[in-house]
């Protein structure tokens, strides 16, 4: 395996798994920019959720490779786009209840987001896009989804993990499996070995 320094710069603990399962040597370093400080004037601006993914995910990964000297720094970032609104990750189990009631029975959008920079600059930058359309759903299914999902409904946007019980929320998925846990993992891959951070 390369010797050049892989950082993640994202708690999530699905983007970990993703990239260890894959193999990959890293370390995780979050960035600490707060997200909702840097999305609020691009919502007010008129900007796309996919455009506000790829801002964040640049964002963190220039933040984290700063003080990362060296190092390849991945940034991620995902948006959910229900008919141009964006959803957010739930507060409480009360948010989480009226976002899948507004999903219900509709189809949304999920952008997925990643960049890699070193000492500041940004190298490659990426969006990817799901659609996702979640069957109708009765208040009594929601509230027994969300008894068994608990709070990892408040770890993602939609209140939902496809890799988890919120696959019993859906009726269709039309996109790529890694673009919907939250990072585009095959075009990243492909961008890591081409940096030389990857030997097979």
Same mark, same amino acid.
């Given at each position: 395996?390369?010797?050049?320094?892989?950082?993640?710069?994202?708690?999530?603990?699905?983007?970990?798994?993703?990239?260890?399962?894959?193999?990959?040597?890293?370390?995780?370093?979050?960035?600490?920019?707060?997200?909702?400080?840097?999305? %609020?004037?691009?919502?007010?601006?008129?900007?796309? /959720?996919?455009? !506000?993914?790829?801002? =964040? *995910?640049? &964002?963190?990964?220039?933040?984290?490779?700063?003080?990362?000297?060296?190092?390849?720094?991945?940034?991620?970032?995902?948006?959910?786009?229900?008919?141009?609104?964006?959803?957010?990750?739930?507060?409480?189990?009360?948010?989480?209840?009226?976002?899948?009631?507004?999903?219900?029975?509709?189809?949304?959008?999920?952008?997925?987001?990643?960049?890699?920079?070193?000492?500041?600059?940004?190298?490659?930058?990426?969006?990817?896009? %799901?659609?996702?359309?979640?069957?109708?759903?009765? /208040?009594?299914? !929601?509230?027994?989804? =969300? *008894?068994? &999902?608990?709070?990892?409904?408040?770890?993602?946007?939609?209140?939902?993990?496809?890799?988890?019980?919120?696959?019993?929320?859906?009726?269709?998925?039309?996109?790529?499996?890694?673009?919907?846990?939250?990072?585009?993992?095959?075009?990243?891959?492909?961008?890591?070995?081409?940096?030389?951070?990857?030997?097979?």
């Amino acid at each position: 395996m390369s010797s050049q320094k892989i950082v993640l710069a994202s708690g999530s603990t699905h983007r970990a798994a993703l990239l260890r399962n894959a193999g990959l040597a890293f370390t995780v370093s979050p960035s600490t920019l707060d997200e909702r400080e840097l999305e %609020a004037p691009l919502e007010r601006s008129g900007a796309s /959720p996919a455009d !506000i993914a790829e801002v =964040l *995910a640049e &964002a963190k990964a220039v933040d984290v490779s700063e003080r990362s000297p060296g190092a390849l720094v991945i940034g991620a970032d995902q948006t959910l786009d229900l008919g141009g609104a964006a959803l957010h990750k739930p507060a409480d189990m009360e948010e989480a209840r009226r976002q899948l009631l507004s999903l219900s029975g509709r189809t949304h959008r999920l952008t997925s987001a990643v960049v890699i920079a070193r000492d500041g600059e940004v190298l490659w930058r990426l969006a990817d896009s %799901a659609d996702i359309t979640f069957r109708k759903l009765t /208040p009594p299914e !929601i509230g027994r989804y =969300l *008894a068994k &999902a608990g709070e990892a409904a408040l770890s993602c946007v939609g209140a939902y993990q496809v890799e988890g019980p919120g696959i019993t929320l859906m009726e269709r998925i039309e996109g790529d499996h890694f673009t919907i846990v939250g990072l585009p993992l095959l075009p990243l891959l492909g961008k890591l070995r081409e940096l030389g951070a990857l030997d097979v």
